[in-house]
């Protein structure tokens, strides 16, 4: 059963790290109450925060050997963003995704830039396997309560999709539209507009969403994704 690593660089504040974390629970959490309380079966992948991580022993930029050498391999000095797509493909290449198959989720305090689409993101995945999420934008809201809810709803968010929800064909259209984290959101003001709609509905996630997550769990436990 894969479990879900959680990283991070040393720039986020220590808050939002701890809210990175509790989403991911609650997440989780949520798609397990779709599951039958007598007579489940099922587990929950382990929830594995390594944040900030250096390998034990490993010597300073050695290959795969921190946090910070993936994010030095795909930071550019030039624009000063993180090349969002280059650090993905250092995850998925990495030695231990092979040994260890895993979900990974990392948010990271620099500016994110889609090679691709060449423009700043708030996030970008990799479906099914990783996502590598960036509080940047979110800082021109003010600390507080408000900026809170917009950061659960990006770890929600890009949790969902290194989980590979919404399941291709399940359901049309293939995006989700309902108030739900899976909703997509394009700028700031966006962002904002979604989390203030879905305030009145308390879970992270629609019925269908939680629905297909709880499926992906599934499949995780046995060993099928
Ligand atoms: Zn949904």
Same mark, same amino acid.
């Given at each position: 059963m894969r479990f879900i690593s959680l990283t991070w660089t040393d720039g986020l504040p220590q808050t939002e790290a701890i809210l990175v974390v509790r989403t991911v629970h609650e997440a989780i959490l949520q798609a397990r109450q779709q599951w039958p309380v007598r007579g489940n079966i099922i587990e929950v992948p382990e929830i594995k925060? +390594?944040?900030y991580w250096v390998l034990q022993g490993a010597e300073p930029d050695q290959v795969y050997g921190s946090m910070e050498w993936y994010i030095n391999k795909s930071f550019d000095q030039e624009s000063q963003q993180l090349l969002g797509r280059r650090y993905l493909q250092l995850v998925l290449d990495e030695p231990w995704q092979h040994q260890t198959p895993h979900y990974d989720l990392a948010a990271v305090h620099q500016p994110l +830039?889609?090679?691709?689409?060449?423009?700043?993101v708030f996030g970008l995945a990799v479906r099914g396997r990783a996502a590598v999420l960036s509080v940047y934008p979110l800082h021109a809201l003010d600390e507080g309560p408000r900026r809170y809810r917009v950061l659960r709803r990006l770890v929600a968010h890009y949790l969902g999709q290194v989980m590979g929800i919404p399941i291709p064909g399940w359901r049309e259209p293939a995006q989700c539209l309902s108030p739900c984290a899976m909703r997509p959101a394009n700028s700031l003001a966006e962002w904002v507009e979604r989390v203030e709609e879905e305030t009145r509905v308390r879970a992270l996630y629609c019925r269908d969403c939680q629905r297909e997550l709880s499926a992906r769990l599934a499949s995780n436990h046995f060993g099928i994704n």
């Open positions: 925060p +390594f944040g +830039f889609d090679e691709v689409d060449q423009h700043g």
